[in-house]
């Protein structure tokens, strides 16, 4: 069974206080990786896909990256616009029904 | 550029009683999906769909219908409810391709169901 865990549960930053979040998977045959930003009283809504160990992708402060196991969403210099949960989700074998992590809950302090 | 459209918004129920949530996206999609998200859990898949006429079990089916007869709805049935099933509840779809990086998730934004 697909596994996707995300840690930690919640986050509270300073402004400008960098970080990590992580998403740790066991699947069989990774398709892809996907994070996605969640505000309180919305849908989420899509940031990055990655698909291979070693992939980067980034925008403006989000720096996502993966490895074999795991993937980090790195916050640079975060603001309290950043606040917001933040969801891992996964696609593996031949299915294109993702399995998401229970999500990140970031709150950045002014 | 509507996207994926909830409706209704908010809704209160009393226990045993019936109701249908509406979910329309104008992307022309194949895939739909429903999702309940609850504080601590996540988003857990209820039913999907991967084409018109088609519709498939999730994470936590009991207690929901579902139907998906024309390509741009999907609705979601409660046909008695439980104050099990207060939720916030996220309908999505997405085209699926062999391009990983076009497999994204379109969400609605969400009806907030509780149930007494």
């Known amino acids: 069974e697909d596994q996707v865990t995300q840690s930690p549960e919640a986050l509270r930053l300073q402004e400008g206080e960098s970080s990590s979040l992580n998403c740790s998977y066991t699947?069989?045959?990774?398709?892809?990786l996907f994070w996605y930003r969640q505000d309180p009283g919305k849908g989420p809504e899509f940031l990055f896909t990655l698909y291979s160990a070693g992939e980067e992708k980034e925008k403006e402060r989000l720096k996502a990256t993966l490895t074999k196991k795991e993937s980090f969403l790195h916050i640079t210099a975060p603001k309290p616009e950043d606040s917001a949960t933040y969801l891992c989700a996964v696609q593996a074998g031949g299915s294109y029904i993702p399995t998401f992590g229970r999500g990140t809950s970031l709150i950045v302090h002014p | 550029n509507a996207g994926v459209t909830q409706t209704p918004k908010f809704r209160v129920l009393k226990t045993g009683q019936s109701m249908t949530l509406l979910c329309a996206q104008d992307m022309n999609h194949e895939y739909m999906y429903w999702y309940r998200q609850d504080p601590g859990m996540g988003l857990r898949l209820i039913h999907y769909s991967v084409g018109e006429g088609t519709t498939a079990k999730g994470e936590v089916p009991d207690g929901y219908n579902v139907s998906r007869l024309k390509k741009q709805n999907f609705l979601l049935g409660l046909e008695s409810a439980a104050p099990s099933q207060t939720s916030v509840y996220f309908c999505?779809?997405?085209?699926?391709?062999?391009?990983?990086?076009?497999?994204?998730?379109?969400f609605g934004a969400g009806t907030r169901l509780s149930v007494l």
């Open positions: 699947v069989s045959g990774l398709r892809g």
């Open positions: 999505a779809s997405s085209r699926p391709t062999t391009e990983v990086a076009k497999n994204i998730q379109y």
